[in-house]
Nanobody
Framework: QVQLVESGGGSVQPGGSLRLSCTMSGNSFRINYMAWYRQAPGKERELVAHIFSEGSTDYLDSVKGRFTISRDNIRKTVYLQMNSLKPEDTAVYYC???????????WGQGTQVTVSS
């Protein structure tokens, strides 16, 4: 079982930046897939960005060019650099890891991101 600890959320003004981190512990050697999801009040959880162990990435259209996902396999950490934040990015952000896309995995506890003037 893999445990996840997230950090880096907070409150920023529109146009600001935040970096989220998610660090794994436990039996993580089979983790190929790492992702960030978010869930805004009254909305379904959505995939924001994901990254595979070889480095390929993909993003939700609305965050392309503003968010960057990266991973440090030695530190067992996945990051989400969020720039040019907009009020519509306000949500609870969740880290998710799994052996591969679509397979069962682990979820972080969630970290709140609030973008407001």
């Amino acid at each position: 079982q893999v445990q996840l600890v997230e950090s880096g959320g907070g409150s920023v003004q529109p146009g600001g930046s935040l970096r989220l981190s998610c660090t794994m512990s436990g039996n993580s050697f089979r983790i190929n897939y790492m992702a960030w999801y978010r869930q805004a009040p009254g909305k379904e959880r959505e995939l924001v960005a994901h990254i595979f162990s070889e480095g390929s990435t993909d993003y939700l259209d609305s965050v392309k060019g503003r968010f960057t996902i990266s991973r440090d396999n030695i530190r067992k950490t996945v990051y989400l650099q969020m720039n040019s934040l907009k009020p519509e990015d306000t949500a609870v952000y969740y880290c998710h890891v799994a052996p591969d896309f679509g397979l069962s995995g682990s979820w972080g506890q969630g970290t709140q991101v609030t973008v407001s003037s």
